[in-house]
């Protein structure tokens, strides 16, 4: 579905190179953990993967067409991005917030029509917070909020979820929220997923596969792979124990903080 | 919880627009010039039939020219204060704080002391317009970013220079003659432009104001953060430049005119959104609308109150600041409503 | 030895200081002297009520701040005295004038005297000047301090009503030691004074114009000057006529319609406001409508001035509203009579042509009786 190829990034006046042939892919129906300590480039990543930032060398593929020849509406049909939750200039109701992810499909001088207001709504009642539809965004919690930045990236029926962070400044029941709206999305099928996250045990969760991003190179495989005691140590620096827990057939993983480790 | 909005919404569209018409029509009755609304009825309907020849002129050469004037001066830069708002996607901005009114006169003033024509005048005013956004936006934009301190700070410098330049222009002005033109029209007053100038000066703002509105919607998502903007699918360059271009126009053709007008860029928008929320789809017409009773008010009271034409820049500062403040008081100065 | 390096600056600063201080003593004692050798100190009252002394006698010279060249070079008759005047007095009021083609000099006076935004004035160079007395407006306080308190002597002046206008030509007569020469202007005045006032002041009410003056025009939009201005001319000939409106403001904008309900049997239009001509009105669409149009009683104003020079506008005024009680009076005469006296010009027929704005005031009803 999507696929990076030996991409290169470095900032225009900069010497770091913040990745280096970074190669990966994401079929449908799965979904990819970026992880990487902070000020590592997870979110410049994002931003090349986004086209907000040029990438220098490489090339990104959905559905086998590069992104650069591609135009930007095709690209925003295809592509949705679920940014962090945060304060607004203006307080749009989550009706009037949802209806914007269908700006794709309406024409520049035209108003949504009353289906996609109904859409909206329907969109909201799929995730159980249609009762945010008359609420004003900058009086919602973050997790409201971001729950309501999620439908409007679902309601034009994207192919790709790109999400920045969706779960970090959250409460422990919101970030459960978050978490389980993505492992469902997965379940459905029809998306690919890419997540941004600071929390490797999310990646357990809801990832099939995990980018590593480290400061000499990366390591993409499946989640299993990537998050262990040893890739922890050397991309963040901690000691760690990973415990695994069954509950009612599921396994659930935790990582457990030790120490920080000496290098 | 829907519907009441909606409610709300339709309600207001409908009693302001009937509090509109019935103020317009008041305000043709209401002059200087003693007519009895009999009177202004008869010289529409019947212009010859008077013996007086003067009251069917003052009725549709003065009075009806005017109350038009006003309805579109203030729809205008109440959707230009709301349109602006929502692409710098911040409640405190206005053409005024901006400095784009600033770089208006300045072209204006100078149009007034080279060329002379309506439509230089208005040409100049469009361009320096152009110029003190765009100065704005230059300096208050640091890596890709606009703060609000950063822009509010921007308008303030751009205001400034094209203000000095103003001075400028009145020191080179020729003292008994060009000085009081300036003067005279830098104070802001709808009273001067003449049926004639008014006609020609409509299209302009008209065209601009039908194409804020056709975008207003558009106009939400411009109000978002950039990239979030750009990954709603909109081709965020490209729409700024075209509100800019509107907005300036609009607000360059009523510089050009009646002068500078304060205070409705900013206060029109906000105190509609109280009313109708923040969706432009709606914000954007009920603005034009209150703007438009806003400046009827004013400038029915500037032209009737005292024999002198009392300034509309002290009008509509004097009933705008106690809504600034009431406002101010309401929000504690966040603009979240 | 960082600490030897300031001394030597120090005592050189210090030798330096005491010589001027030195200097400036002699200069006090100089002037001690000069005022025991004759010309002894004068005190002038000035338009604040303070007690402007100069110390060497009259002033013999000046820098002048309001826009008044020609009046005080009526007095004068010379542009000897003249230090200093305004650029936008040159430029505005006295080039192209019929003063100006008799003394282009009046042009030629250093107009440097004030900063470039055109207000403050410029100490250093009117210090560089010299001059004797500095005239300037006593409403300008922040612009007379600066020039005080680097002692220079400024007699300030009033503007607003008719004995604003007497003292203050007054005081630019005394200020030069020529209370003669005001009073023979004043006494010229008071000829012509008479001579209207005798006649108006026997007007019914009927008969009683009213007039507006027009000081600039903007389409719809008429700044108009106020009933009880002294430079609306008709107020110093009581009972010629009177603007209605009660509008006591130097300058009012009203609308068109505002003008309409007045409507003035005469409107007088400012002779500065180059664009705004009778003609103006008389194409105007509402204001063709007033009956001062309809009657073509609109008239550009003389371009004599109003402080020492106005006769001229008093018959003005007097003369084209009630033409059949003026039937005797030669306008012409007048002005070359006035000019003779004030400027010492004997004025051709073009030059009166010019004063009287001939050329836009021809199509106007009655003005025949002011051309050849």
Known sequence: MIKVENLNFQYPNSDRQIFEDLSFNVKK???????????????????????????????????????????????????????QSKRMAFGFTGLEMTVMGLSPHVKMGKLPKKEDYDKAYEQLKKLGI?????????????????????????????????????????????????????????????????????????????????????????????????????????YFGINSEILSYEHAEKSYSAILPIDLHKF | MVKDRRKIQKNFYILSSITLIVLMIAAICIGRYTISPLDVFYSLINPTSFSDATIPVVVQEVRIPRVLLAVVVGAGIAAAG????????????????????????????????????????????????????????????????????????????????????????????????????????????????????????????????????????????????????????????RMRIVIIFFTTVIVAAIVSIAGVISFVG?????????????????????????????????????????????????????LGVPFFIYLLRRTGGIWDD | MSKYKLILPSIVGIVALSLVGCQSADGDQKSKESESEGSAAVTIVDGRGKDV????????????????????????????????????????????????????????????????????????????????????????????????????????????????????????????????????????????????????????EEEQQNHVFVSHMNENQINVWGTELPHTAVHKVENVAYTKGNITDT???????????????????????????????????????????????????????LLDNPGISWYFYASLANPDKFKDFDMRKQVRDDYKLLYNVDVTEEDIDKILNVEENKNSKYFEMFMQ
């Open chain 2, 266 to 318: 900013l206060i029109i928008p906000h105190f509609t959104r109280m009313i109708v929320g923040t969706d432009n789809k709606h914000l954007l017409p009920a603005s034009m609308i209150m703007g438009a009773i806003f400046m009827l008010i004013t400038d029915t009271l500037a032209r009737s109150l005292t024999g002198s034409e009392i300034p509309l820049s002290i009008l509509s500062s004097l």
């Open chain 3, 251 to 305: 300058g009012a904008d009203i609308n068109a319609e505002t003008l309409l309900e007045w409507n003035p049997d005469m409107i007088v239009i400012g002779e500065w406001a180059s664009d705004i001509t009778p003609d103006f009105f008389y194409n105007h669409p509402v204001l063709k409508n007033l009956t001062a149009v309809k009657e073509k009683r609109v008239y550009k104003s003389p371009t004599a001035s």
């Open chain 2, 82 to 237: 709301a349109a602006l708002q929502a692409i710098f996607g911040n409640p405190l901005v206005s053409e005024h704080i901006l400095g784009v009114s600033s770089g208006a006169s300045f072209g204006a003033a100078l149009g007034i002391l080279t060329i002379g024509t309506t439509f230089g005048i208005q040409t100049l005013a469009v361009l320096f317009g152009f110029l003190a956004m765009y100065l704005t936006y230059k300096i208050a934009r640091r890596r890709g970013r606009i703060t609000v301190l950063m822009l509010v700070l921007a308008g303030v410098i751009t205001s400034s220079v094209f203000g000095s330049g103003v001075s400028l222009l009145k020191y080179f002005a020729d003292a008994r003659n060009e000085l009081p033109a300036i003067t005279f029209w830098l104070m802001g007053s709808l009273a001067s432009p003449s049926k004639e100038t008014i006609i020609r000066t409509m299209p302009s703002i008209l065209i601009s104001l039908i194409f804020l509105y056709k975008y207003r919607w558009q106009l939400n998502l411009l109000s978002l953060d950039e990239e979030e903007a750009i990954s709603l699918g909109v081709n965020v360059k």
């Open chain 3, 53 to 204: 002394v100069l110390e060497d006698g009259y002033a013999k010279n000046f820098v002048l701040f309001p826009n008044e060249g020609t009046e005080v070079f009526s007095i004068t008759q010379s542009t000897e005295p003249f230090l200093g005047m305004r650029k936008s007095d040159q430029d505005s009021n006295i080039a192209g004038g019929v003063v100006a083609k008799y003394y282009p000099e009046l042009l030629e006076v250093n107009s440097n005297i004030v900063d470039a935004e055109g207000d403050m004035p410029n100490v250093e160079e009117v210090l560089t000047m010299a001059p004797d007395v500095v005239y300037q407006w006593k409403s300008r306080e922040a612009s007379i301090k600066p020039l005080e308190d680097v002692g220079i002597d400024v007699v300030a002046l009033n503007w607003g009503t008719y004995e604003d206008d007497i003292e203050r030509y007054t005081l630019y007569g005394k200020a030069l030691g020529m209370q003669d020469r005001v009073e023979t202007v004043f006494a010229h005045h008071d000829k012509t004074k008479q001579a209207v006032l005798k006649v108006t002041e026997n007007l019914t």
């Open chain 1, 130 to 234: 249609e009762h945010l539809s008359e609420q004003n965004c900058n009086k919602m919690s973050g997790g409201e909020l971001q729950m309501v930045l999620i439908a409007r990236a679902l309601i034009k029926n994207p192919k790709i979820l790109i999400m920045d962070e969706p779960e970090s400044h959250l409460d422990l029941r919101n970030q459960l929220k978050i978490l389980n709206i993505i492992e469902e999305l997965n379940g459905l099928g029809e998306y690919s997923i890419i997540i941004n996250t600071h929390f490797p045990h999310h990646a357990f969760r809801i990832a099939q596969s995990t980018l590593l991003l480290g400061k000499e190179g990366y390591i993409f495989d499946k989640t299993e792979n990537v998050v262990n005691t040893k890739n922890l140590r050397d």
């Open chain 1, 29 to 83: 129906g799965e979904t990819l953990a970026i992880l990487g300590a902070n000020g590592i480039g997870k979110t410049t990543f994002v931003k090349c993967l986004l086209g907000f930032l040029e990438y220098k060398s490489g090339n990104i593929l959905i559905n086998d067409e590069s992104i650069k020849q591609m135009s930007a509406s095709k690209y925003w049909k295809l592509v949705a991005y679920v940014p």
